[in-house]
């Protein structure tokens, strides 16, 4: 029991060691928590960038469900990246890191609007015996990339 318990303090603490973390504010000398902000790259479509800022709780077995994601075009984005990605209205998740011992886990989650040739990234945080609404929303349009696709016209 007592290893267990030691294993999963140890998998809290390494939540906040990340090697994509490029930024950290302490929020004050009388509070345990920081805001965290990390960078990532979407595996299917290299092209794009977010950054998730969260807060963390030092010494504590949970963190706040508090998020917000930011993502913007930072390479090429072609057809073939598009092509690989599901279109489904679920779309998927490209980014879990867990925040709390307790099934808490903070994903982001990839969906693309044809209609308006946009890809639209959510940030949101699950627990299995209780959800949380908090979300953040950020989308980044293919406009202008070798991805976009004109839309067809109808001819009267």
């Not at 029991?1 to 090697?19: E, H, I, P």
């Not at 960078?39 to 800022?53: S, V």
Request: proline share 3%.
């Amino acid at each position: 029991m007592k290893k267990m318990l030691v294993t999963a303090l140890m998998a809290v603490s390494l939540v906040g060691c990340s090697d994509n973390e490029v930024g950290n504010v302490d929020l004050g000398i009388f509070s345990l928590k920081d805001v965290s902000i990390k960078n990532l790259d979407d595996e299917k479509i290299p092209g794009i960038t977010c950054h998730i800022a969260s807060v963390e709780a030092d010494f504590s077995l949970a963190d706040p469900s508090d998020s917000s994601i930011s993502c913007r075009q930072t390479g090429e984005i072609t057809p073939e990246m598009i092509a690989t990605i599901d279109k489904s209205k679920s779309g998927e998740v490209v980014f879990k890191q867990s925040k709390s011992i307790f099934f808490k886990t903070m994903k982001v989650r990839r969906i693309f609007d044809a209609e308006n040739q946009t890809l639209l990234y959510l940030s949101y945080t699950t627990k299995e015996t209780d959800s949380s609404f908090k979300h953040s929303l950020s989308t980044v349009p293919l406009w202008g990339t070798k991805a976009y696709v004109e839309p067809a016209t109808t001819a009267n």
